[in-house]
């Protein structure tokens, strides 16, 4: 398989953002350390966010679990189950002027702790929650979001590693490190001669592929599907075959490369750490788009912030 030279990544606003991510997951690992507000270990959580910072909500639940620091859901802010108990709620929202997010934390506070965490100081959701995290040096003037969603989900990676190293995934300074090798390295050309994209992930890598999907189909319109790993194998395997792409994120289940290769597909891996593995992802997307004669920088039908009109 030939490759597509790094090189070719566009000079474009989302592109420049892209390429920041490795210095703020640093920055955002070393803002956890004494930050208000981060959940402790046995606290009965839910992380809520909509869109990208959604999918960022499940990936840290998924990891803060599976780390053993106590259950942990997430939810889409439009639906979240609000008769349920918590402790606390952890609300990612770039803008911090989202409505179902503010709408949310205004009828649970009275009964949870919410920490927020966003890019933009002075917004509703500042006074809106009892705690804040405001990680403005990793904001952007993208629509697409990229450098922010994994700054804050790198931040809630290091506030889970001041109780100790997760169980078999690397430290977020490990993570910065592999982020750096995904910047530059070649794009896989068969990737971005692609017809069609799945991707798919285990535990809290699922939450990253249905970020991936959501980049291409943000930014390049692209027909894009996320699973997880296993689920694949249930019916969306059907879909793959020449021209077609299957990208995974982490562990690559026993048996799926095999599945793939008979379809005639294209399987992706990569060893590198699955949320620095993203950033390949988004640097195909704005390939992708720029291919098709989109402007990555001007997403079709979207806005930065969604605010409902009452």
């Known amino acids: 398989m030939s490759d597509i030279p790094a090189s070719t990544t566009s000079s474009g606003r ?12 640093r920055r955002a690992a070393e803002a956890a350390a004494g930050a208000p507000g981060l959940p402790r ?39 979240f189950p609000v008769s349920r108990t918590y402790d606390r709620v952890v609300a990612i929202t770039r803008s911090g002027t989202t409505t179902e997010v503010l709408d949310l934390i205004g009828e649970v506070r009275e009964r949870w702790e919410v920490l927020a965490v966003t890019a933009t100081p002075g917004t509703p959701v500042v006074p809106a929650a009892d705690d804040t995290v405001i990680l403005d040096f990793a904001d952007e003037e993208s629509v697409v979001q990229t450098r922010f969603a994994t700054s804050a989900l790198a931040f809630l990676r290091a506030g889970l590693e001041l109780h100790g190293r997760l169980p078999g995934i690397r430290t977020v300074a ?3 490190a592999d982020a750096g090798s995904a910047i530059a390295s070649p794009l896989p050309a068969a990737a971005l001669a692609a017809e ?13 592929a249905q970020e991936a999907a959501l980049k ?26 020449p021209g077609r792409v299957t990208w995974i994120f982490g562990e690559v289940p026993a048996g799926l490369a095999e599945e793939v290769t008979a379809t005639g597909g294209t399987l992706i891996t990569s060893e590198g750490d699955p949320m620095a593995d993203l950033i390949r992802a988004q640097r195909l ?26």
């Open 285 to 310: 997307a704005v390939a992708v788009a720029e291919g098709r004669g989109l402007d990555p920088d001007r997403p079709r039908n979207l806005t930065r912030s969604v605010i409902l009109k009452g």
């Open 174 to 176: 490990e993570a910065a």
């Open 14 to 25: 989302t592109s420049a953002e892209i390429l920041t991510q490795p210095s703020l997951w």
């Open 196 to 208: 069609q994209w799945t991707f798919l992930g285990t535990g809290w890598t699922y939450g990253l």
């Open 41 to 79: 270990p046995g606290e009965r959580v839910a992380v809520t966010g909509c869109g990208t910072s959604w999918f960022m909500a499940q990936a840290y639940a998924a990891l803060r679990e599976a780390a053993g620091q106590g259950e942990t859901d997430a939810f889409a802010a439009s639906e």
């Open 216 to 241: 291409m189909r943000e930014a390049a319109g692209a027909w894009t599907e996320a699973y997880p790993a296993m689920e694949y194998r249930h019916g969306p395997v059907s879909i793959t075959g």
